[in-house]
């Protein structure tokens, strides 16, 4: 998904015996580790599949060897970037190593990118003033919706493996920066999903999905023509997972969305605020029920 200039030998210098450069696959089964202890719930295959699609993607950072720091820096085809996960050891925060690796991730992502491709990130409210002092600017909140998954499933429904993957993409690419095929393809795919698309004759008006995470499921994406279809999916695929805990990222904009999250008995626990470095992509927030993920985009 994109390519960009290899590590110069020895990698980067971030501080006296410190060192970024790639990281190794041991070393990303760390960071989910990591990603889990915060509390972030990450998807049982969410790394894993990133790993497999973009492994210039990840970032360490080392002390003698010692991943002390990490995080990831998607590249989306070269055309648009993604600022994903990003996690000091707990022992070693409070000394700038983390402002230095932010720094770095920028500065690769952008090497990684055509020229003028916009980066996006989700970042916790507390941390816009320094996003912004490296360029990024605020878009939207997101907020994040939890509670016991209550509905029913429809038969009226299609199931995603059902559908030629041509279909999917193409409603995808409505509400996302930029085309994402490769990563699509496996995201829809992975291992426990559920989902499903609203038909109208031929044509696709809603799909989302529900992916298995350390804590249940998490919803994403779910985007619709209308909320009344988004509704449809999410009931459906509530259904699917009755009674597990579920999570659904929800653009604060759409204003319907919330609405529905309220209606499932959810209730806000978290939120990101949607940043862009460049460009700002213009996307129709009002059919984006539900973000595929705070990590990538």
Known sequence: MGSG????AGGVAL??????????ADEVRTLDEWAAAEGWNPGLADVRLVWDLDPEAFVAVREQ???IAGGTILSYDGAFGFMGLFIVRPD????????RLWTLRRDRLQARLDPGASIGMDGVFAMVPFYERGGFRFAYRTLRFEGSASGTP???????SALDFGVIEQFDRRFVPVARPAFLRRWVTQDGVHGAAVLEG???????????CRVGYKFGPVFADRPSDATRVIEHLMGCVSGARVQLDVPEPNAAALAIAQ??????????ARMYLGAAPVLPVEGIFGVTSFEFG
């Open 263 to 272: 209606r499932f008995g959810l209730h806000e626990s978290f939120g990101c």
């Open 65 to 67: 060897g010692s991943l």
């Open 5 to 8: 200039a290899s590590w110069p």
């Open 92 to 99: 070693r925060r409070g000394a700038g190593l983390g402002t």
């Open 154 to 160: 429809s038969t009226d429904l299609v199931d995603l």
């Open 15 to 24: 501080a006296p015996g410190i060192v970024a450069g790639a990281m190794r």
């Open 202 to 212: 031929d044509r696709v008006t809603a799909y989302g999905m529900v992916r298995p």
